[in-house]
């Protein structure tokens, strides 16, 4: 996360307008969109932008995450650390399922 406010909502505006831009250019690649298309293109571009903010953006650092892991009855999960390209993936495919949930209902109306 950008330690800068302007670099933060530069960021914000930046990936949004990445994936608005996902349904024009899966319509100009004549590709048919639906749920499956739409979170794969969205990812790839979100992926894209990220790797480019973290290049050119002096204020934008993705570091590494660590998981503490999970200690249940049936099931236990030991802790690791996600190094920073695991964690923009990570990031993108969890926001672009979140938004290809989302157009999913807007289009379903």
């Known amino acids: 996360m950008p330690t800068i406010t302007i ?3 530069l960021t914000l505006i930046i990936l949004s307008m990445g994936i608005m831009l996902t349904k024009p250019l899966l319509k100009f690649l004549t590709i048919k969109i639906n749920f499956l298309t739409y979170i794969l293109m969205s990812t790839l571009i979100t992926i894209g932008i990220l790797f480019l903010l973290k290049i050119f953006m002096t204020g934008f650092f993705v570091e590494s995450s660590q998981f503490l892991g999970i ?5 236990q999960v030991n802790g690791f650390e996600m190094s920073p390209i695991l ?3 990570i990031f993108a495919l969890v926001s ?6 989302f157009y999913l ?3 379903s109306d």
């Open 7 to 9: 670099y933060f909502i």
């Open 105 to 107: 209902m807007d289009k």
């Open 87 to 89: 964690t923009i993936i």
């Open 71 to 75: 200690n249940a009855d049936f099931l």
């Open 96 to 101: 672009c399922f979140i938004s290809s949930v």
